[in-house]
């Protein structure tokens, strides 16, 4: 037991946790920062690709691999979209060194971060809420769940699990690809059924990874696969990871004193399995709601769920037409993938896709139905793929 008493515990180093508990600190609250490694950033669980925007909202400047100007996006049947305008459409980063640098913020803002802490267990009461960790309790007035993918604080509350799991994997090989401002994209069940796979230039580095549905079989063949077809089967791999990506949002992520945040909230962009985005938005709203619980003194369900509504009303048309997208994504042959490029294949279009913004795909969908004749045809392929 710690002889003192926080006013909120955060559970998770990474950026959502950081992030949070920096935003608290500097609200005036007496913040606890819990991560269950012995270092920030590792495991890496994300390929790392980045807007300028999400980078400035993160609060420090991560290493930087590449700059990514052009996207190419690859067809089953040889098309390729060609995707690119003269200013940055992200970065490639060094997902460790930002997690690194942005817990080392906010132990400059005043957190008191513990590494290599593991919180095993949340129970909450009238008066407070405690943390069971490796290393004893922590009891404060609130908690925020920080904790990934593998949330055991969302799990705790029960039935709230995330609407859907993705699976992804990849690997950094050793391989300098030709243009460090292009990178890769392709699409196609037997490349990577349910997303897509990616292709990213890293210096003398190239990541090769793969998002699948859950019920594609093991992602980490799909890569091993890619890498064969690619010619890249023989070249030294330096790491792999991957992990599972929680969309589609939980059944709430306020209850009884905690607040999930990040992947332990679900706040993944089902588009392309993002979500530095969803944190840069919520966690200043969850900074927010714990000021005006601080200010009424009331620490109640009902006034956490100010966040909840908060972050939803931001977040939430974005992400549920993101589910929408991919609800039909899902039904596509590639037959109809080829047609839909075919469609797309237009300089208005591919204008269009170009000035694309990372951090919310979905606003690209308006302006391209917006081209005569494109709602009809692209309403065509998809009756024809409920059949």
Do not use: H
């Given at each position: 037991m710690r002889n003192y008493?926080?006013?909120?515990?955060?559970?998770?180093?990474?950026?959502?946790?950081?992030?949070?508990?920096?935003?608290?600190?500097?609200?005036?609250?007496?913040?606890?920062l819990l991560e269950e490694h012995n270092e920030a950033g590792v495991p890496t669980h994300c390929a790392g690709f980045v807007s300028d925007d999400v980078i400035q909202k993160m609060g420090v400047r991560p290493n930087i691999y590449s700059t990514i100007c052009r996207a190419d996006v690859k067809l089953p049947d040889g098309r390729?979209?060609?995707?690119?305008?003269?200013?940055?459409?992200?970065?490639?980063?060094?997902?460790?060194?930002?997690?690194?640098?942005m817990v080392d913020l906010a132990a400059k803002h005043g957190v008191d971060v513990h590494m290599g802490e593991r919180c095993t267990e949340v129970t909450a009461t009238d008066a407070y809420v405690t943390a069971k960790t490796n290393d004893g309790e922590i009891k404060s007035d609130l908690l925020v769940g920080a904790d990934g993918q593998n949330s055991?604080?969302?799990?705790?509350?029960?039935?709230?699990?995330?609407?859907?799991?993705?699976?992804?994997?990849?690997m950094d090989v050793r391989h300098t690809m030709d243009e460090q401002d292009r990178m890769i994209l392709r699409v196609g069940n037997d490349i990577a059924p349910g997303l897509f796979a990616w292709q990213l230039p890293m210096g003398d580095l190239t990541r090769v990874g793969v998002c699948v549905s859950p019920n594609a079989?093991?992602?980490?063949?799909?890569?091993?696969?890619?890498?064969?077809?690619?010619?890249?089967?023989?070249?030294?791999?330096?790491?792999?990871?991957?992990?599972?990506?929680?969309?589609?949002?939980?059944?709430?992520?306020?209850?009884?004193?905690?607040?999930?945040?990040g992947d332990a909230a679900g706040?993944?962009?089902?588009?392309?399995?993002?979500?530095?985005?969803?944190?840069?938005?919520?966690?200043?709203?969850?900074?927010?709601?714990?000021?005006k619980a601080y200010e009424m003194n009331v620490f109640s369900t009902a006034v956490l769920a100010l966040y909840e509504r908060g972050w939803k009303r931001e977040l939430g048309k974005s992400l549920d037409g993101g589910m929408r997208l991919r609800k039909m994504y899902c039904r596509?042959?590639?037959?109809?993938?080829?047609?839909?490029?075919?469609?797309?294949?237009?300089?208005?279009?591919?204008?269009?896709?170009?000035?694309?913004?990372?951090?919310?795909?979905?606003?690209?969908?308006?302006?391209?139905l917006k081209q005569?004749?494109?709602?009809?045809?692209?309403?065509g392929i998809y009756l024809r793929s409920l059949f």
């Open positions: 008493m926080p006013d909120v515990t955060v559970v998770g180093g990474g950026p959502a946790g950081s992030l949070t508990a920096r935003l608290l600190a500097a609200s005036g609250r007496d913040v606890v390729v979209l060609e995707i690119g305008r003269k200013s940055p459409i992200g970065f490639i980063v060094d997902r460790a060194d930002l997690d690194a640098k055991t604080i969302a799990a705790s509350w029960g039935n709230n699990m995330a609407r859907e799991y993705l699976r992804g994997f990849q079989g093991t992602p980490a063949e799909y890569v091993k696969r890619l890498l064969k077809n690619i010619g890249l089967a023989d070249c030294k791999v330096e790491q792999s990871f991957g992990g599972k990506v929680p969309i589609g949002g939980r059944r709430t992520s306020v209850n009884n004193r905690v607040m999930l945040i706040q993944v962009k089902p588009v392309s399995a993002g979500g530095l985005y969803p944190i840069a938005v919520a966690a200043p709203i969850l900074a927010d709601t714990v000021s596509m042959s590639d037959r109809n993938l080829c047609a839909i490029a075919k469609i797309f294949d237009t300089p208005e279009i591919l204008g269009i896709l170009s000035n694309i913004d990372i951090d919310d795909p979905t606003t690209v969908v308006k302006p391209i005569r004749g494109v709602k009809s045809r692209l309403l």
